[in-house]
């Protein structure tokens, strides 16, 4: 699973269970709850593949749940 953000201030942030994994910490998920429930809380543009991958190679990688500055601790 992969996510983009698009701001209005022209900043991408791109996330993905492979960014989040890279230090070898589990995540699961990159929502917290139901997949459904959340997506419906949140204002979603639809986009084709093709757009999506564009704009994910303009990302920056901004992992949410294991940021860079966070250290592996906990095993899981």
């Keep these: 699973m992969r996510t ?5 201030d ?3 942030e791109r ?3 492979a ?3 890279r230090k070898g910490d589990r995540c699961p998920s990159l929502v917290e709850g139901p ?7 949140i204002p979603l543009g ?7 991958e564009e704009v994910w190679q303009r990302g920056t990688d ?7 500055d966070f250290p592996k601790t906990v095993q899981f």
């Design 4 to 8: 983009v953000n698009v701001f209005a």
């Design 10 to 12: 022209g900043r991408i």
């Design 15 to 17: 996330n993905s269970i």
């Design 19 to 21: 960014l989040e994994e």
């Design 35 to 41: 997949f459904i429930e959340t997506a419906r809380s």
């Design 46 to 52: 639809l986009i084709t593949a093709l757009e999506f």
């Design 62 to 68: 901004t992992p949410f749940w294991f940021p860079d």
